[in-house]
């Protein structure tokens, strides 16, 4: 990287991601309805997001990559994204115990006129737990900002008997994925700076 990029979230995940790798980046929110269109598939849902978050950022700071990346879970084609409250919490984990899910985080990155993106879909199976133990996880708060109510990188760990696919997808930021996008842009990961 000889360039910081600018990373379209206010995820505190992502931007831990790219400090891990030393990235250097700066951050800027993106204003995008989050909302889901009737009858979207949700690859086509956690895509359009990344994509819409890296090209109103990248159309704002021309010259600048940009990348943006948005992630769902979702259960038997159900879309379950980010609680509305402690008990709709409760609830998502309730359905998601004992079962296997996929966690669809897409990434996306802009520079002016040219937008790319990547598709990571990774397999999280819950570990059976009681309704107790749900509801004292969500009275850490910690699930709350995230969708399908967990964080696999916190104490919701504790809840996951497996992971199929990239870990960090599931925390946000496929950055194999980010990477190959980066590289794709002239930015390169270089291990030394």
């Known amino acids: 990287m000889t360039a910081p990029i600018v990373l379209a979230s206010t995820s505190p995940r992502r931007h831990q991601l790219l400090e891990m790798l030393k990235i250097p980046h700066r951050i800027v929110a993106p204003d995008v309805d989050e909302t889901r269109r009737d009858g979207e598939a949700p690859e086509r849902y956690v895509v359009r997001l990344a994509r819409a978050k890296a090209r ?82 969500v009275s850490t708060g910690e699930p709350l900002d995230k969708a399908g109510a967990y964080a696999i990188q916190g104490v919701g760990a504790l809840l996951i008997e497996r992971v199929e696919g990239d870990l960090f997808g599931v925390m946000g930021l496929p950055l194999r994925l980010a990477l190959d996008l980066l590289a794709g842009f002239g930015q390169p990961y270089r291990f030394t700076r």
């Open 56 to 137: 109103v950022v990248a159309d704002r700071m021309p010259g600048e990559i940009v990348i943006g990346a948005d992630t769902t879970v979702v259960l038997d084609g159900e879309v379950f994204g980010k609680p509305t409250d402690p008990e709709d919490a409760v609830q998502m984990l309730g359905r998601l115990q004992g079962r296997t899910h996929q966690v669809m985080t897409a990434v996306a990155a802009a520079r002016d006129e040219r937008l790319e993106h990547a598709l990571d879909v990774s397999r999280v199976t819950f570990r059976p737990v009681d309704t107790a133990t749900l509801t004292g996880y």
